[in-house]
């Protein structure tokens, strides 16, 4: 259904090749390109800002390759994804903000206002608890696999895998 094969953390910095160490801070890039997102990591020696057309960025450090590491949720970043996607209809990316809605409501950056149905499509209207924006957010109807699909490729193109 979803159409994202994004790579974890290459541990190898895009521009030099060179590899990057436990403990160093990286950056990883989200581009697209023919369609899809590819992630790009960066060593912090590098890193001049994120190239022209990033689609979004974030700052990490790596762990050691034995080290089991807990993600952590930048909401910044959940947010700026969130607002990009705003008023795309492309099917996988529909998927990809209402999960990254349904996380951010999780995490109290949104609160459910209502739904609103209009010529049987349904939208969750959202609340930003610290702006009070409020957004409108297709429902796609996801089945419980496909829910869980799109979750697992969510967790998998920002690199908390």
């Known amino acids: 259904m979803t159409d994202y094969q994004i790579q974890p953390n290459s541990r190898r910095c895009t521009m030099s090749g060179r590899e990057l160490r436990p403990g160093e801070k990286y950056y990883s890039v989200l581009l ?3 369609g899809r997102f590819v992630r790009q990591d960066y060593g912090s020696d590098i890193w001049q800002g ?3 057309g990033s689609f979004s960025f974030w700052m990490g450090r790596v762990n050691a390759a034995d080290e089991k590491q807990k ?12 607002h990009r996607l705003e008023g795309q209809t492309d099917a996988p990316r529909v998927n990809f903000r209402y999960v990254l809605a349904l996380l951010l ?3 109290k950056r949104f609160k459910f206002e209502e739904t609103v149905a209009e ?3 349904e939208h969750l209207c959202l609340k930003c608890t610290r702006t009070g924006t409020k957004s409108l957010v297709l429902n796609p109807q996801l089945s419980e696999d496909e829910m869980v699909q ?7 193109v920002l690199g908390w895998d």
């Open 105 to 107: 409501m999780r995490r």
């Open 32 to 34: 697209e390109k023919d």
């Open 150 to 156: 799109v979750q697992e490729e969510v967790v998998k």
């Open 50 to 52: 994120p190239p022209e």
């Open 119 to 121: 010529n049987g499509v």
């Open 71 to 82: 993600p952590r949720f930048d909401d910044d970043l959940l947010l700026d994804c969130f």
